[in-house]
């Protein structure tokens, strides 16, 4: 008999008030299609039974315990090895209400998950990728911090009831999971204490507090006394190897410290100068009266970007060593 033909049987049996029968049928369902990872059709069935039978509690304790087990062992061997910190401190239920809660997208590089500013119901876990924690201040938007594979992000919004105050964009294609909060409430519900649980966990899984950045990179920015300087910039960004890209791109001086610089460039693409944001780059600075020859070269990374209008960004440039201070005052008299 399919199990199809089963079901149907059984269902005939609780219409003929034959329930003690049909609790047996609707069990045997139940662990047959816990075997197959149907566990959709199981806990259906399961639902059924409680439901037509309430008092059938061999039935429904078993067939419960069962289709936990089998949920548990079937979690993805990989995605519980990438995620141990999580699963060594999970229950075998709240493992697998937590890993079938789960939605899994892959999204190409330079979208917005989180906005600066915006609700956000979703708390994200990076399974493969890196992505960009930015903060827009004025019309300058500021780059953070990089997210890779291993980490959470969207807690403080996802936990409690508050806009966000940075943004989250993908910096490479990446591969994400995420839980809603209607999920996790329900999952509480459930399982009293799992949303504390989970929050505290997740701490664990955020190396660097965005907050922290912005107030030490204040700090910093304030350390260097700046200078106007008259000259040009060209800029190659640098793959993840290491090496630069082909084709560079041009600025004009704004200012100069020896902890970094600024410059202006011209782009039509807005998108494109927001992945420009956290990018590790090496530049060449060239003064007006040496035409083409640089006077320094210098790596860093592009720490923040302000839109000033007309197509024109101003590029903040942060270095990996500080400027020399001989040349840093060649910079400032040969502009003079």
């Known amino acids: 008999m399919s199990y199809k033909e089963k079901e149907q049987q059984a269902f005939e049996l609780i219409d003929k008030g034959q329930k003690d029968e049909a609790a047996k049928l609707l069990f045997e369902l139940i662990v047959a299609y816990a075997e197959n990872h149907d566990f959709t059709k199981a806990d259906s069935l399961r639902q059924t039974l409680i439901q037509t039978n309430s008092m059938a509690l061999t039935e429904i304790i078993s067939s419960g315990e069962i289709l936990e087990e089998h949920k548990y062992n079937a979690i993805d061997s990989n995605h519980k090895k990438a995620w141990r910190r999580l699963y060594q401190e999970f229950s075998t239920e709240e493992a697998t209400e937590f890993y079938y809660s789960l939605k899994t997208i892959n999204i190409k590089p330079g979208k917005l998950i989180i906005q600066q500013g915006k609700l956000n119901d979703k708390l994200f876990f990076i399974n493969r990728g890196m992505l960009k924690n930015i903060c827009k201040s004025g019309t300058s938007e500021i780059f953070l911090k990089e997210i890779y594979a291993g980490e959470a992000c969207g807690l403080s919004t996802f936990f409690f009831i508050s806009t966000a105050t940075t943004s989250v964009i993908t910096g490479t294609n990446v591969n994400i999971s995420y839980i809603t909060q209607k999920t996790l409430v329900r999952i509480t ?148």
Not at 269 to 298: C, H, M, W
Not at 308 to 323: A, G, M, R, V, W
């Open 189 to 336: 519900k459930k399982l009293s204490g799992f949303d504390t649980k989970l929050q505290e966990l997740c701490k664990q899984l955020v190396k660097i507090d965005s907050t922290d950045i912005i107030k030490k990179q204040n700090v910093e920015r304030r350390k260097h006394q700046r200078f106007h300087v008259k000259g040009s910039v060209v800029a190659h960004l640098l793959g993840a190897d290491g090496k630069p890209h082909e084709d560079p791109f041009h600025g004009v001086f704004d200012d100069l410290s020896l902890g970094g610089t600024s410059f202006t460039i011209k782009s039509s693409t807005q998108e494109y100068v927001r992945s420009l944001l956290g990018s590790k780059a090496f530049i060449k600075l060239t003064l007006k009266n040496y035409k083409d020859k640089p006077v320094e070269t210098k790596n860093g990374w592009i720490v923040s970007i302000c839109d000033h209008l007309f197509n024109n960004y101003l590029i903040s440039f942060k270095f990996n060593t500080p400027l020399s201070r001989k040349i840093l005052h060649q910079l400032i008299k040969e502009s003079d």
